[in-house]
């Protein structure tokens, strides 16, 4: 079991990824605007997706692909810029079919699963902020030359998103509960779609100015 890291790094990459969890972030505002948009299953399809991009970028990391991006300027650039555009593009959604509308349930498009999935895997994969946290977040818990260092950093990756996975849960059923409530109110639910389109967009405006280190 070589390929696992000792007791202690398991226990200290756990705190600090519970923490991480927590964090507010794109992800954890595009659950929030898709459960009240769209009900709890669409923004659980959006959590599988953001989980699936934090895989790819555990594997990503593993395997060196990660530093080949920060390290290209070029890369980098289009990196960041299309993530920039894809949270604009949200932002401006949420204006356009705003959670209100959902409250007649047919104004608003629904998405299918499968768009709601890679809707949830863009804004992770596209985000370079992310790109650089796994760069430098998974490799403190293991030390180079390590034999089994990559799959060492794959099993932090997976750990980090199981411990992500019951804070996903609980913020979009807590989103979820509170819909009824506030769709209820079409002004308060209104309020809440320009707050998301201004949070997405201050998202894509930290994206812009992400510098790789």
């Not at 959590?47 to 070029?74: D, E, I, R, W, Y």
């Not at 895997?121 to 650089?132: D, G």
Request: glycine share 6%; aromatic share 10%; hydrophobic share 55%.
């Amino acid at each position: 079991m070589d390929f696992i890291p000792s007791l202690p790094t398991l226990l200290a990459f756990a705190a600090a990824s519970l923490l991480l969890a927590i964090t507010p972030g794109p992800d954890m505002t595009l659950w929030i605007s898709r459960a009240l948009s769209q009900g709890r299953a669409a923004a659980f399809q959006v959590s599988l997706g953001t989980n699936l991009g934090c895989l790819v970028h555990t594997f990503l990391v593993a395997f060196g692909v990660s530093a080949l991006v920060t390290a290209s300027p070029t890369a980098f650039f289009v990196l960041k810029t299309g993530g920039a555009a894809y949270l604009l593009y949200i932002a401006v959604q949420a204006i356009r079919y705003g959670s209100s509308l959902s409250v007649k349930r047919v104004a608003a498009p629904k998405a299918s699963p499968v768009a709601n999935i890679l809707s949830g895997l863009s804004v992770n994969l596209l985000n370079p902020k992310v790109i650089i946290f796994f760069m430098t977040f998974l490799p403190q818990f293991v030390t180079a030359g390590d034999p089994n260092l990559r799959t060492k950093l794959i099993v932090l990756g997976l750990i980090l998103i199981a411990v992500s996975l019951p804070i996903n849960i609980a913020v979009v059923l807590t989103a979820d509960r509170l819909s009824g409530w506030l769709q209820a109110r079409p002004g308060v639910m209104r309020t809440i779609d320009y707050v998301f389109a201004g949070v997405f967009s201050l998202f894509a405006v930290k994206i812009v100015l992400t510098q790789a280190r």
